[in-house]
């Protein structure tokens, strides 16, 4: 599932994060890739220790944390901080798979890849190319959203970034692990949380309401791994 989430950050907001990267300090994106990926990786992106992705990644965690719709498609445990990358003049990443357990900076901690998520800060109309492409059961879907929303996706599936060719493509991007490892069980769970929500916009105080809730806290309870 491919789950688009949108006004992550405002306009205002994003016209804010636009500004500090545009002089912030990138680097090549292939020093952060693993031996496979840095064949195929051609950004860059900022360092981890980059004072200005410490603050605007943890802003966007501020933002995330409040946002109903990332948490019901999440289910987030634990989100790596943002980190920021920069496609230009061809910059491109090809065919690759997320590792399966990243380091969380600063800390002893790591934190399982379930979900891999991408925020674009830059308009569509911004730059060519740039498109995130996702292999998925049904065939690739090509991800181009608009700046300040978010793109969710299973970390599992072959992902790339076509070469930019006009303009700059930037983005912040980071991976959650989810209190429910399996996919099928999350999208089940965002299906039934978004049927309440229907039914309790129409009618509020149907008795299929509690009910439907307690399913939900039930599967919840039986499936979370905390």
């Given at each position: 599932?491919?789950?688009?989430?949108?006004?992550?950050?405002?306009?205002?907001?994003?016209?804010?994060?636009?500004?500090?990267?545009?002089?912030a300090?990138?680097?090549d994106?292939?020093?952060?890739?693993?031996?496979?990926?840095?064949?195929?990786?051609?950004?860059?992106?900022?360092?981890?220790?980059?004072?200005?992705?410490?603050?605007?990644?943890g802003?966007?965690?501020?933002?995330?944390?409040?946002?109903?719709?990332f948490?019901?498609?999440?289910?987030?445990?634990?989100?790596l901080?943002?980190?920021f990358?920069r496609?230009?003049?061809?910059g491109t990443?090809?065919?690759?798979?997320?590792?399966?357990?990243?380091?969380?900076?600063?800390?002893?901690?790591?934190?399982?890849?379930?979900?891999?998520?991408?925020?674009?800060?830059?308009?569509p109309?911004?730059?060519?190319?740039?498109?995130?492409?996702?292999?998925?059961?049904?065939?690739?879907?090509?991800?181009?959203?608009?700046?300040?929303?978010?793109?969710?996706?299973?970390?599992?599936?072959?992902?790339?970034?076509?070469?930019?060719?006009?303009?700059?493509?930037?983005?912040?991007?980071?991976?959650?692990?989810?209190?429910?490892?399996?996919?099928?069980?999350?999208?089940?769970?965002?299906?039934?949380?978004?049927?309440?929500?229907?039914?309790?916009?129409?009618?509020?105080?149907?008795?299929?309401?509690?009910?439907?809730?307690?399913?939900?806290?039930?599967?919840?309870?039986?499936?979370?791994?905390?």
């Amino acid at each position: 599932m491919i789950l688009a989430i949108p006004a992550v950050l405002s306009p205002q907001e994003v016209c804010v994060f636009r500004q500090d990267l545009e002089g912030a300090s990138w680097r090549d994106g292939r020093a952060t890739a693993g031996s496979v990926a840095e064949r195929v990786k051609a950004n860059q992106q900022l360092a981890d220790d980059d004072p200005v992705a410490a603050r605007l990644g943890g802003l966007v965690l501020e933002r995330l944390a409040h946002n109903e719709r990332f948490i019901a498609g999440a289910l987030p445990l634990k989100v790596l901080p943002p980190r920021f990358n920069r496609y230009a003049d061809g910059g491109t990443y090809g065919d690759h798979v997320d590792a399966a357990v990243f380091s969380v900076p600063g800390s002893p901690h790591r934190l399982r890849s379930d979900l891999s998520a991408t925020l674009f800060l830059s308009e569509p109309d911004d730059y060519d190319g740039g498109e995130l492409m996702i292999e998925g059961e049904f065939g690739v879907s090509a991800i181009k959203l608009p700046a300040g929303h978010l793109a969710l996706y299973s970390a599992r599936t072959v992902h790339r970034v076509t070469p930019v060719t006009r303009g700059a493509r930037l983005a912040a991007f980071f991976w959650i692990e989810s209190l429910v490892r399996e996919g099928e069980r999350r999208e089940m769970l965002l299906e039934l949380d978004d049927a309440i929500r229907a039914l309790r916009i129409d009618t509020p105080d149907h008795p299929s309401v509690v009910r439907l809730t307690g399913l939900y806290h039930n599967l919840l309870r039986a499936w979370a791994q905390t």
